[in-house]
């Protein structure tokens, strides 16, 4: 049988070899899946144990739905003046809180809108509760926040971070990102600032030993090429922290499928299908051989392609989603409890385990 192009690429794979750009793309759009699959767990297993996928219970909270950004393909905020907009109180959040831990939950994602009705001094106070009064782990803030906060503070982004960490800020989202090429970014969120503007944040919180996830959410009108662009600039920001060696880093990349109900986008972009989810986040694992860990989707793309996913090299269900406003917002959210967690990674063949948020074993 003749070899081809595709079966040189996942002879390399196995063992080991690092994908070129021109590579991850020839596999996006012409690998088979079997393929896909067969080189992405090998990398996974890499990284992972084999027989076990892990899951988080956390909560995601949105501190406050006003936002003076205005993201085209978002459905979630309200306009500053707006009375429909909230910012949640203490009492509404150690509500949030209690029911959380009794669910033996242990941390919260915490993002808001960009408010600008909020004083600095008020995202260190609520990290400060959250953490020192709750004992909640805070996950907190998307890169367009944290560039928000170091303007309010008058500070750097590293004293920003720093700030925020010795006030109980545990870990960084990487929401936000899109896609991280201007041409797109400019399309649909040109207040939100250029891929520089995510990328300092990031680098800011690795230089501090701060760990954080990245992100893409795929299918706004990019194309192939620019999905690899954007994860070039991930492996090549995880190599630096890699190498500076001080905690910082990323600990997980997670890739989504735009969900464009209710925005402006509605009817004008097709829904990536779930091969295209599957092919995405297949060649995202094998080119980000420098990532621990990749999360299934299951939120925006259905249980079942999100158990399928971990046999093209996922190895983390993500969250139980107990709460989430922005994609709901957009008309698409699946949760689950425990037990149904529990049973879908199960019946996907692997045991489940806790993990916290920076991927570490709960209660030790
Ligand atoms: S995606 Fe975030 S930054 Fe953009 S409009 Fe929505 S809440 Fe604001």
């Known amino acids: 049988m003749p070899t081809t192009a595709t079966d040189t690429l996942v002879a390399g794979i196995l063992q080991g070899r690092r994908l070129s750009e021109d590579e991850a793309l020839h596999l996006l759009e012409r690998a088979d899946l079997p393929d896909l699959a067969l080189a992405a767990t090998a990398v996974r297993d890499r990284h992972n144990d084999p027989a076990r996928v892990s899951y988080v219970i956390d909560r995601n909270v949105n501190y406050t739905d006003v936002c003076n950004v205005y993201c085209t393909f978002c459905?979630?905020?309200?306009?500053?003046?707006d009375t429909r907009g909230y910012v949640l109180t203490k009492a509404q959040l150690k509500q949030k809180a209690e029911e959380t831990k009794a669910l033996g939950g242990t941390g919260f994602l915490l993002q808001g809108g960009v408010n600008p009705d909020l004083p600095w001094d008020y995202y260190l106070d609520l990290v400060r509760y959250l953490n020192h009064d709750l004992g909640i782990w805070v996950h907190g803030f998307s890169p367009v926040e944290i560039q928000m906060m170091a303007k309010l503070s008058g500070q750097s982004?590293?004293?920003?971070?720093?700030?925020?960490r010795d006030a109980g800020l545990g870990s960084i989202p990487g929401g936000g990102a899109e896609i991280l090429v201007d041409r797109i970014r400019k399309k649909i969120a040109p207040l939100k600032g250029g891929r520089e503007k995510w990328l300092e944040v990031m680098e800011a919180a690795h230089e501090a030993g701060v760990k954080t996830t990245g992100t893409m959410m795929f299918g706004i009108t990019e194309t192939m090429a620019e999905r690899v662009d954007h994860l070039r600039v991930l492996r090549e920001q995880q190599d630096r922290a890699l190498a500076r060696g001080n905690g910082g880093g990323y600990t997980a990349f997670a890739a989504w499928p735009f969900q464009s109900g209710h925005t402006v986008w509605e009817g004008k972009v097709p829904k990536p299908t779930d091969a295209e989810y599957l092919r995405t986040i297949a060649v995202a694992r094998i080119y980000l051989d420098n990532f621990a860990h990749i999360q299934s989707s299951w939120v925006t793309m259905g249980r079942k392609t999100g158990?399928?996913?971990?046999?093209?090299?996922?190895?983390?269900?993500?969250?139980?989603?107990?709460?989430?406003?922005?994609?709901?917002?957009?008309g698409t959210c699946y949760s689950v409890n425990n037990d149904e967690m529990n049973r879908m990674i199960r019946a996907a063949g692997y045991e489940p385990w806790q993990r916290d948020n920076v991927y570490g074993p709960v209660g030790v």
């Not at 459905?75 to 003046?81: E, I, N, Q, T, V």
């Open 307 to 330: 158990q399928v996913a971990l046999h093209y090299g996922c190895d983390d269900m993500g969250s139980l989603m107990l709460e989430e406003n922005v994609v709901s917002a957009a």
């Open 157 to 164: 982004l590293g004293k920003t971070i720093a700030d925020l």
């Open 75 to 81: 459905a979630f905020y309200h306009k500053p003046g």
